[in-house]
Structure formats: C-alpha cells, structure tokens
Nanobody, 121 residues
Framework: QVQLVESGGGSVQPGGSLRLSCAASGRIFRINSMAWYRQAPGKEREFVATSGSGGNTNYADSVKGRFTISRDNAKNTIYLQMNSLEPEDTAVYYC???????????????WGKGTLVTVSS
C-alpha cells in the first residue's frame, strides 16, 4: 500500500558529503513521522534521525552536528544531508515512515529497501 524508495547512496572519501532522499508513495492519508536508520556490516540496525509531522527532529548522538534531516511534506519526501562522513558511517541506510493509509484507522510502519553508503579512502 505504501512504497518508500531511497536514493543518493554511493562511495565517498572520509570528510566528504552525501545527500540521501526517500520518497513515499501509495495510498497515503497522512504521514506522521519519517526517519532514517542504518545497518553496518555485522551490526544491528540503528536509529540515525527522525522528523516528526510538526517539523521536530531528533538525532543519534553519533551523527549530531554532521547530519541534517529535512522534510518536504508536499512531496512526501525526506532527505538526509550527511557531512564530514567517517568510515564508521559506512552502512546501508533505510528509510522508515509511520503512515496512516487511506481508509485505515491506525498508522503502520513502512520501510524502504535501503541504499548503500560507503566511506573509504
């Protein structure tokens, strides 16, 4: 019912920047929050950043001051601007959204398929 498609991943040297995008589509009535998670090789998926419907944001301590999440409600899209990237940021980045679909009475969580970010010299 809802599709999330990430884009913008790639390879970058330490200190570089990337901008990820995630577009939501489908039978969307309302999107409550949208967020980014990541999963590094051999590790569990972890929270990166979130943007609430009111524009409030929250970040993992490991990315504060380096990453910025933004949201375009008209396009049902979120972005993650990643600056000063470090090798430890290497991971598959997943988009997550808490969505109320048309004719639904409650929200549900949806996930994208992920986009790979590699930070290496």
């Amino acid at each position: 019912q809802v599709q999330l498609v990430e884009s913008g991943g790639g390879s970058v040297q330490p200190g570089g920047s990337l901008r990820l995008s995630c577009a939501a589509s489908g039978r969307i009535f309302r999107i409550n929050s949208m967020a980014w998670y990541r999963q590094a090789p051999g590790k569990e998926r972890e929270f990166v950043a979130t943007s609430g419907s009111g524009g409030n944001t929250n970040y993992a301590d490991s990315v504060k001051g380096r990453f910025t999440i933004s949201r375009d409600n008209a396009k049902n899209t979120i972005y993650l601007q990643m600056n000063s990237l470090e090798p430890e940021d290497t991971a598959v980045y997943y988009c997550n959204a808490d969505v109320v679909t048309v004719a639904a009475f409650r929200s549900a969580q949806y996930w994208g398929k992920g986009t790979l970010v590699t930070v290496s010299s």
